[in-house]
């Protein structure tokens, strides 16, 4: 992370709710919004006081020397603080801002908001930095008529959706005595899966099969047949030899599948606080997943069929993070 | 300890033109600092660069520690202060040069810079100078392209792309800077007084021995300048009337001021209006054409009618003045004062008091000694010259009876006291006589070259007369300046000789410039900017600062709508303009593309729609995105989108 000194610059400290009436910020509309000057803040940086300071000396030497050259000095570099806000202002103001669709996370991991700073004018941008809660998260220069990206990270503690929070884009170039920022709400949200459990797990209801198979061993399985490769096929069914020879690629089926697909289901682990239930099957979701046998996830109200690949992953990992909200 | 580590966002290419453009700054100061100074500086700039490019990290802190102490103790032991100019100069220089050694990261750059603006200002405290103002501007405009390098956060940039930003930065700040120098309130100084000012400063002095006056007038350097409201005096009446001398030793004539309220003046009333632009001499006393009427209030007069300042001039002083030719100064002369003005020591000149009591006794009536004294001069072989040989031993006798060969200030030494001697109240008078007249600007420049030293003896009824015995022996000096009166072959200042042809037209040029620099900036001071404010009609502090503030906020507002629409007005995108011809193809057939959605999702949405078009939807997006998003937008991406879409039929 750059070390700006501005990193450290601290907002007054008002309450979260009491800024956000005081301080309106540019709110996302359809995922997108640019900064208008009427949210665009500006003060000066501790650099920018230090520089104040220095001028307050060259003035004071110049009356006492009556020293006009010093006086113009002075003069010149006070109202090159002053033009500088300009810069500083029209460096910020007008950019656009996009939210794109985070990818979900588990909870206690962090989010990731994707945001797209984009230059409609034909001026660049230089040196826009994202901050969020007081932490620089990133900085970029936008060229002209381009776009750059930047992230959100915010923990998320717990499953279901995580709102983006507020964030400001600030800048402080071009001479780091001025930052102007703006407060951006993005109208993005995360979903959050929950955090799979940790540690030794009991083996989903029928789930003995799945071991007893990958204790057997990869190969052990009846080898059915080919077909052709869908997007999500696990790497180890891939027929290798095939695709090595150049034909497209397939994927080998095997007969073991049908009686090894298992059901992960909500009544397995009723018995669990809810919240541990959904971790619990969170995990058997995994591991499923990451042994490559299909499996189907029942809750209260949600069946989904036996599958798997990352369609199927994510859809049952969104229904348990979104579950009894 | 640990040692600090350099920061990587302070790349080498940044701190060598740092390093190179403090140097740049620092220049001026080291031809006045010790060597050692300088050395140390360079010193620690070197070590600092190639700790850098070595990637080494930076000396730890006792060793700064033990540096920073030896300097300042070695600044001490060189100027037994750390307090004034120079050795605040020292100081500041080492100070800077050290501070390079604890410059790990970004934001020390900083520290370091505002370490250099005030480097840039002290040189003001030495030189005022017109060039002085393109170093100010050339420092501030290289100083604000590290600044601006320092904030890029990348470290992308070009240099040409700061050295831009930081130029428009300057112009932009410099309307606003005249402003603020025109009308932001000055105060009096000074606040605090330094104990070394008023140093080296050439100008007449409080006294006079026989070589003071010719080795000032080897100097071309200005004393002063004038400016008539009306008539230039002639060059006989340019006399520049400086200090009064009323006490001699044997050697060397001094001043002693007797506290007494200044005398009476008769003068009639044809008067001579000018403005007197002063160089700095470090002393209290102001020339004023012979004899001055009218002064302004803060200048002080003297029992002897001279000119003086409250505090040793260490600035430029303008002031104004009113002069009469045709004056009677102290008609009445109180007994014992003119008992001091007989005053002789009694062991020296004793030839020269016996010549003169030898006119004495021939006549009593001062004009009757006065033509003695001048017939004494006129008929021998006295010789006006800047080389005199030295006379050690009895200067008016070795002078009168032995070399008589002079300059101003042995032909007026001599002859004062040969006055005294005879009777007659006389005192010395120093100060400049001529001047040079410059077309470009009709003024008059008065050179230390044209210093001068001639006598004032007082008559009764018809008090002090000036008697300038140097007229008598080379009337030349007084009509034609220096140059003309001296014989072929002494050297003579050069701006001093009649007729130095191009380059003595191109020094008048340059010193009409220089006069109207002194004149409006350099001598714009509180009572300056008082008069040009209630000329513009501001005669308080209130509508002072109102058009101050409306000024500013006119030049900002102005700025700001120029730096705005310059943002606003957006240059044609040929990749944004192709994809929207693209959006409305697709619309027309049916797809459009939603506010919210992104090219790639657009694309992933039509095409499964449309697989049909899959291929060219896919092949325009991916360009499209290539080129718009990626690191690189490859020249020929406008034309191949172009090519792509004019083709794609949905």
Redesign the interface.
């Known amino acids: 992370m ?4 501005s990193s450290r610059f601290k907002l007054p400290r008002l309450s979260q709710d009491l800024q956000r009436r005081l301080l309106r910020g540019v709110r996302t509309q ?3 919004a640019v900064l208008r000057y009427r949210r665009v803040y500006i003060l000066p940086t501790r ?1 920018g006081l ?2 104040a300071g ?1 001028l307050a ?2 003035w ?21 603080a ?3 806000i ?2 500083t202002f ?1 460096n910020l ?2 950019l656009k801002v ?1 939210a ?1 669709t985070p990818e979900p996370v588990f909870a206690g991991d962090e989010a990731r908001f994707p945001i797209l700073l984009e230059s ?4 660049a941008r ?4 994202l901050q969020y809660q007081g932490e620089m998260q990133g ?3 936008v060229p ?4 750059q ?1 930047l992230e959100l990270r915010m923990p998320a503690p717990q499953r279901g959706w995580l709102s983006a929070e507020r964030f400001a884009l600030f800048t ?5 005595l001025f930052k102007a920022w703006s407060w951006v709400d993005l109208d993005a949200r995360c979903v959050v899966y929950p955090a799979p459990e940790q540690g030794a797990v009991p083996a989903p209801p029928g789930g003995a099969a799945a071991e007893r198979g990958t204790q057997r061993g990869r190969g052990a399985e009846d080898f059915d047949g080919l077909r052709a490769y869908r997007t999500g096929d696990p790497p180890r069914h891939i027929a290798w030899r095939s695709v090595a020879r150049g034909l497209p690629p397939q994927t080998k089926t095997f007969t073991g599948e049908a009686s090894s697909r298992l059901w992960l289901e909500w009544r397995n682990v009723e018995a669990l606080p809810r919240e541990r239930a959904l971790s619990r099957l969170c995990r058997w979701i995994v591991d499923a997943e990451a042994e490559g046998r299909p499996y189907g996830l029942r809750l209260p109200g949600i069946e989904l069929a036996p599958a798997q690949g990352p369609a199927h992953y994510h859809r049952c990992l969104r229904s348990l993070a979104l579950f009894a909200l | 300890m640990s040692r600090p580590r350099l920061d990587p966002l302070l790349p080498t290419t940044t701190l060598a033109a740092m390093l190179l453009t403090l140097a740049a700054i620092a220049v001026p100061h080291a031809l006045r600092l010790p060597f050692w100074i300088s050395l140390l500086a360079l010193a620690c700039g070197g070590w600092r660069y190639l700790r850098a490019v070595r990637g080494e990290s930076l000396p730890p802190t006792w060793l700064r520690v033990l540096l920073t102490v030896t300097v300042v103790g070695g600044i001490y032991a060189h100027y037994d202060t750390l307090l004034g100019l120079e050795a605040g100069t020292a100081l500041l220089v080492s100070m800077t040069a050290l501070k390079l050694l604890e410059m790990r990261a970004r934001r020390d750059t900083h520290v370091v810079l505002y370490l250099g603006f005030l480097l840039i200002g002290m040189q003001f405290l030495f030189s005022q100078t017109l060039p002085n103002l393109i170093y100010l501007i050339v420092s501030v405009w290289a100083m604000l392209m590290l600044l601006i390098s320092a904030h890029r956060a990348t470290g992308h940039g070009k240099p040409w792309q700061y050295a831009r930003l930081s130029g428009a930065l300057v112009l932009q700040a410099i309307p606003v800077a005249a402003v603020l120098f025109l009308l932001f309130p000055r105060v009096s100084g000074p606040l605090w007084r330094m104990p070394d000012e008023g140093h080296a400063q050439t100008g007449l002095s409080d006294t006079m021995s026989p070589g003071s006056v010719s080795q000032l007038s080897q100097s071309d350097a200005v004393a002063f300048r004038v400016e008539f409201d009306g008539d230039i005096p002639p060059p006989s009446q340019r006399y520049w009337r400086a200090l009064v001398l009323t006490h001699y030793d044997g050697y060397t004539w001094s001043r002693m001021t007797p506290r007494t309220p200044p005398p009476q003046l008769d003068h009639v009333p044809v008067e001579h209006a000018y403005d007197i632009l002063l160089e700095p001499h470090g002393q209290q006393w102001l020339p004023a054409l012979e004899m001055a009427t009218r002064a302004g209030n803060e200048i002080g007069l003297t029992a002897l009618y001279e000119l003086r300042s409250r505090n040793p001039l260490d600035e430029r002083l303008n002031y104004r003045l009113r002069s009469s030719p045709h004056y009677r100064l102290q008609a009445e002369l109180p007994p014992n004062l003119r008992q001091a003005y007989l005053m002789l020591p009694d062991a020296s000149a004793k030839q020269a008091k016996e010549l003169a009591q030898k006119w004495r006794a021939d006549s009593n009536d001062p004009r009757d000694i006065l033509r003695r004294a001048r017939d004494y001069f006129v008929q021998r072989e006295f010789v006006y010259t800047l080389s005199p040989p030295r006379l050690p031993r009895d200067p008016v006798d070795q002078f009168l009876f032995e070399t008589q060969r002079g300059f101003c200030e042995h032909y007026a030494g001599a002859f004062a006291v040969l006055m005294r001697a005879a009777g007659v109240p006389a005192r010395v008078v120093t100060g400049y006589q001529g001047g040079e007249l410059n077309p470009i600007g009709e003024y008059l420049i008065v050179r230390q070259s044209d210093a001068h030293a001639w006598v004032e003896i007082w008559m009764d009824g018809e008090g002090w007369l000036r008697i300038d015995p140097t007229a008598w022996v080379s009337p030349n000096r007084i009509e034609q300046g220096l140059a003309s009166a001296l014989p072929a072959g002494e050297p003579i200042p050069f701006l001093a000789r009649p007729d130095s042809g191009l380059l003595k037209a191109l020094e008048l040029r340059w010193d009409a410039l220089n006069n109207g620099w002194n004149r409006w900036v350099l001598g714009y001071n509180p009572s300056l900017q008082r008069s040009v404010l209630s000329r513009l009609g501001l005669d308080n502090l209130f509508y002072t600062a109102l058009a101050l503030a409306a000024s500013i906020a006119l030049i900002v507002l102005t700025l700001t709508l120029i730096l705005l629409l310059q943002g606003r007005r957006r240059g044609f995108d040929p990749l944004a303009a192709a994809y929207e011809r693209f959006c409305r193809k697709l619309a027309r057939a049916g797809l459009e593309r939603r506010h919210h959605e992104g090219p790639a999702d657009f694309a992933r949405r039509v095409v499964a729609a449309r697989p049909d078009l899959a291929e060219p939807v896919r092949a325009i997006t991916k360009l499209y995105i290539d080129a718009r998003y990626g690191a690189a937008t490859p020249s020929d991406a406008p034309r191949k989108l172009r090519r792509l879409i004019t083709t794609f039929r949905p």
């Open positions: 750059p070390n700006l000194a359809q995922g997108h650099n230090m520089f220095l000396v060259l004071v030497g110049a009356i006492n020397y009556n020293n006009s050259l010093a006086f113009i000095l002075a003069f010149l570099l006070g109202a090159v002053m033009v500088s300009l810069h029209r103001i007008g996009s794109a409609r004018g034909s001026r230089t040196a826009i930095g900085i970029t220069d002209a008529t381009h776009a990206r402080i170039y071009p001479l780091g």
